[in-house]
Nanobody
Framework: QVQLLESGGGSVQAGESLNLTCAASGYNFRSCGIGWYRQAPGGRRELVSIAKTDGTKTYADSVKGRFTVFRDNAENTLILLMTSLKTEDTAVYYC????????????????????????WGKGTQVTVSS
């Protein structure tokens, strides 16, 4: 069973930085892609960044140049470095394993293949004030 635990959220001023961490367990971390999504109040959940199994990374246009994602396969961790934060970055940030078929294959455990994702964490709140 995929378990994703996000941490690092908080309240900051515009222009400041935050680092989010997603600790993954319950599956073979290297077997599938993993990424960050966010959902602002009243808004839809949207892609922030994906770290694919082939090593490539994708970013939403709104965060390019400000956010960087790191995938640590040794520690089963996904980190999102967020700089130059804006008020519009305020949202709940979610970690997702197997977020999209283009991110890599299915997630696997030692017993076999998991259902198609995304598999979600519970999220961490990021609030950016002006």
């Amino acid at each position: 069973q995929v378990q994703l635990l996000e941490s690092g959220g908080g309240s900051v001023q515009a222009g400041e930085s935050l680092n989010l961490t997603c600790a993954a367990s319950g599956y073979n971390f290297r077997s599938c892609g993993i990424g960050w999504y966010r959902q602002a109040p009243g808004g839809r959940r949207e892609l922030v960044s994906i770290a694919k199994t082939d090593g490539t990374k994708t970013y939403a246009d709104s965060v390019k140049g400000r956010f960087t994602v790191f995938r640590d396969n040794a520690e089963n961790t996904l980190i999102l470095l967020m700089t130059s934060l804006k008020t519009e970055d305020t949202a709940v940030y979610y970690c997702a394993a197997d977020p999209h078929p283009s991110s890599g294959g299915f997630c696997f455990t030692h017993t076999g293949r998991l259902p198609r994702g995304p598999h979600w964490g519970k999220g961490t709140q990021v609030t950016v004030s002006s």
